[in-house]
């Protein structure tokens, strides 16, 4: 019997000897646990980034595609996208802010951000137009396939770059948007003629380098001169629509 009770007392100090000796290294596995949840959350805070707003100092992939956009519409001039916002970057943009009447801070926010893209939209626009370069007059159309008159043609082009406008006449239009000095056009302006008096009665859109395309009574769509002998006098006025 006592050589049982030994035996039992040895087997009872050995088990509680091993639990003590293993709870530390249990403690000691969540430590790092712990710190990998805290790094993995660490990863998913926000940025500090304002969304819609770029300025000199920021770089990445929003960066590019403003200097990209900037390029297309001949701002940027530096040879390559670098995706860094410095100091030609900066100009280009108080350049593009210069043109289009906006306060040239140099800083991308949601004004100028709106304006590239819309410059952007209307330049896609205007190089389309030519697309249907003869295509016929006919008064009240504005479709390829029947023809179109000047206010038809408009209506037909923003509607196919997905900008709503009201099919309504020339002089109709002219009460939309907001209007533009001759000397602060920009392609996609819209650009209207008095042919009869004061009263206009033609529109057409501005393409730049003193160009506008049309669809006139004599040639159907077609590009022509600003500064034409005919339609240069008859010139009243421009409006900036999108």
């Known amino acids: 019997m006592r050589l049982f009770a030994k035996r039992m007392l040895c087997s009872v100090l050995l088990a509680a000897s091993l639990i003590c000796t293993s709870l530390p290294a249990q403690a000691n596995h969540q430590v790092p646990q712990q710190q990998a949840a805290a790094e993995t959350s660490a990863v998913l805070l926000p940025t500090t980034l304002t969304p819609g707003l770029l300025k000199q ?3 990445g992939w929003a960066v590019r595609q403003l200097q990209t956009n ?5 701002y940027y001039t530096h040879w390559k996208i670098t995706g860094y916002y410095g100091t030609v970057t900066k100009q280009a943009v108080k350049n593009f802010q210069l043109a ?11 004004v100028t951000q709106r304006e590239i893209s819309h410059a952007i939209l209307k330049r896609k626009m205007i190089a389309d137009t ?7 007059y006919v008064w009240g159309a504005e479709s390829p396939s029947k023809g179109f008159d000047c206010s038809g043609f408009v209506y037909y082009m923003f509607r196919k770059f997905g900008v709503n406008v ?3 006449t020339s002089a109709g239009l002219y009460k939309y948007g907001r209007a533009i000095n001759r000397w602060k056009l920009q392609p996609g302006d819209l650009v209207f003629f008095a042919l009869e008096g004061k009263h206009i009665s033609h529109v057409g859109f501005y393409m730049g380098h003193n160009k506008f395309i049309s669809a006139t009574s004599s040639k ?4 022509y001169s ?4 005919f339609w240069g006098p008859h010139f009243v006025g421009a409006r900036r629509y999108y």
Do not use: E, F
């Open 166 to 168: 009201p099919r309504t």
């Open 220 to 223: 159907g769509i077609w590009v």
């Open 57 to 59: 100092g920021y770089s």
């Open 130 to 136: 030519t697309h249907y370069t003869g295509v016929k």
């Open 226 to 229: 600003m500064s034409n002998t």
């Open 70 to 74: 900037l390029k297309t519409l001949g």
């Open 100 to 110: 289009y009447s906006i306060h040239a801070d140099g800083v991308v926010g949601p």
